[in-house]
Every structure is written in C-alpha cells, then in structure tokens.
C-alpha cells in the first residue's frame, strides 16, 4: 500500500502529465478535465471498474461522461 505522501507525489506527477502531455489534445475543458477524472477512477483502488463505479468514485451523479 502506498503511503499518503506517495500517493500525493503521484497524484500531482498524474495531474502534471496530464496538463502538458494528453490535456492539450482536448479542445473543451469539460472534456479535458472528465478526461482526468476518468483515467483517476479506473487507476483508483476500487474494485469492480465499470462506469457506474468509477463514476461514484469520482463524485459524478451518473456513468454518461464515463
């Protein structure tokens, strides 16, 4: 299991990948910012990754932008 100090040290790394590396690609920030979400959801310990959970996971009322 990962440490909190791990985990936030690859949380920021993700977010800053993201921002300079796959964000870009998207023209909308709707887009780019679901985009994040859902890549945090399924790389999240949940268990069962479907979209309805990694939804949950990251507080969306429903799976439809997953």
Not at 17 to 34: C, I, M, S, T, Y
Not at 40 to 53: F, P
Request: charged share 35%; no cysteine.
């Amino acid at each position: 299991m990962l440490d909190s100090e791990r985990l936030q040290d690859w949380s920021q790394e993700l977010e800053m990948f993201w921002d300079n590396q796959v964000g870009p690609k998207f023209k909308r920030l709707e887009a780019r910012e679901r985009g994040l979400k859902y890549v945090k959801g399924v790389l999240s310990e949940t268990k069962r990754k479907n979209g309805w959970q990694v939804a949950e996971t990251e507080g969306e009322l429903t799976p439809d932008g997953m």
